[in-house]
């Protein structure tokens, strides 16, 4: 267990517009082992939808089988959940998206359970543009099944076990841009302050918004030889620049020093701000971006922060042209519309 927490809180918490304090947002106690990259990750969930002052019961956890999916049970108690079979996570958030477009959608997923068994699920719900979150807890290994290699452990990458990778790894931020994800951005467990404005900017995204976290597995990948431990991620980090995110309701002001900003317009009027390190990268440039993975790539870095974002990004919903009403609410008189109309639709198919 990482931690034990108190049951007492102190009276004068703070709370957000909603009135609920940061303790609203929490779930059970973690089972993961100790110092475990993926408590962070959750940690920084419950930051987020805390600052957003997103109601927690119109938000929908999903998950697969892993490590990382059973996280949904630490954060958002009070949200709905739904603990899928491995790999068939995005399956589930489709149905449930397309009968509810009014919830948030939450997946969390893991190296295996997105780059391998669920690989098929995972190009399907990019490339459909669905309105969720998407955030892989990568650690580069199978943490449930005794450390063996994913689909996303690095060429020469060497776990606990002592046996380098001889296979090329999947880069998943590729693989999303690839397929039109509409906001694609990598960030490392142990950097909440990259970490938790990414995820407040994914959850106002409209469309498939992918984050893949680095997050390493404490017990059987955390060696000096591996590409996803800590000392050796701290050391190859290297960000797109700072990052930050302002809410539609808030004041809209900089405080980075001189250089390039680049301000993006969402679609609910929230700001997202890059200082960008580089001043030729162009975040709203799908080109770009990839271009920048594989230079990262190349010269052995981990590249960090927004990759990209198409502010002009659209959702299935919008793509398929579906009722503004949720199908879950529809009545009878809707779904049901008589023999008349299903005799008309039958005709035009002859």
């Known amino acids: 267990m990482t931690y034990i927490r ?21 779930g059970g106690l973690s089972t993961l082992c100790a110092g475990c990259g993926h408590d962070s990750i959750s940690n920084a969930i419950i930051q987020a939808c805390f600052e957003l002052a997103i109601e927690p019961h119109k938000v929908a956890k999903m998950s ?36 509810n477009r009014d919830l948030i959608y ?38 449930l099944t005794k450390g063996q290699d994913s689909a996303t452990t690095d060429k020469g990458s060497a776990s606990k076990k002592g046996h380098p990778n001889t296979f090329e790894s999947i880069d998943l931020c590729s693989l999303a841009l690839q397929l039109g994800a509409g906001y694609v951005a990598r960030s490392f467990s142990g950097d909440k302050h990259q970490l938790v404005p990414l995820i407040k900017a994914a959850l106002s995204h409209e ?8 997050s390493p597995c404490v017990t059987f990948n955390n060696v000096p030889t591996s590409t996803k431990g800590y000392e ?8 797109t620049g700072t990052f930050d995110f302002v809410p539609m309701r808030q004041e809209i002001t900089t405080s980075y020093p001189e250089g390039t ?22 975040v709203s440039s799908r080109r770009e971006a990839l271009s920048a993975l594989e230079n990262a790539r190349h010269d052995g870095k981990i590249l960090t922060g927004l990759m990209y974002l ?15 009403i949720p199908l879950c609410q529809l009545k009878e008189d809707k779904l049901c519309p008589g023999n008349a109309q299903l005799a008309f639709i039958n005709e035009a198919l002859r």
């Open 6 to 26: 108190p049951n007492f809180r102190h009276p004068d918490l703070p709370t957000n517009s909603l009135g609920l304090t940061r303790k609203d947002y929490e």
């Open 64 to 99: 697969g089988i892993g490590c990382s999916s059973k996280t949904p049970a630490y954060y958002l108690g009070k949200s709905h959940g739904f603990n899928s079979v491995h790999g068939r996570m995005p399956s589930v958030a489709t149905g449930a998206n397309l009968a």
């Open 106 to 143: 939450l997946g969390v997923s893991g190296d295996g359970d997105t780059a391998s068994i669920g690989m098929g699920q995972f190009t399907h719900v990019a490339r459909r543009n669905l309105n969720m979150v998407y955030i892989v807890m990568n650690n580069g290994c199978y943490g």
């Open 207 to 214: 469309g498939f918004a992918f984050i893949d976290v680095i």
């Open 232 to 239: 050796y991620v701290r050391d190859h980090l290297s960000a």
């Open 261 to 282: 900003t680049k301000s993006i317009s969402m679609h609910d009027g929230s700001v997202v701000e890059l200082h960008k390190a580089d001043s030729s990268l162009d």
């Open 310 to 324: 198409n502010p002009e990004s659209t959702d299935s919903h919008n793509m398929l042209h579906t009722t503004d």
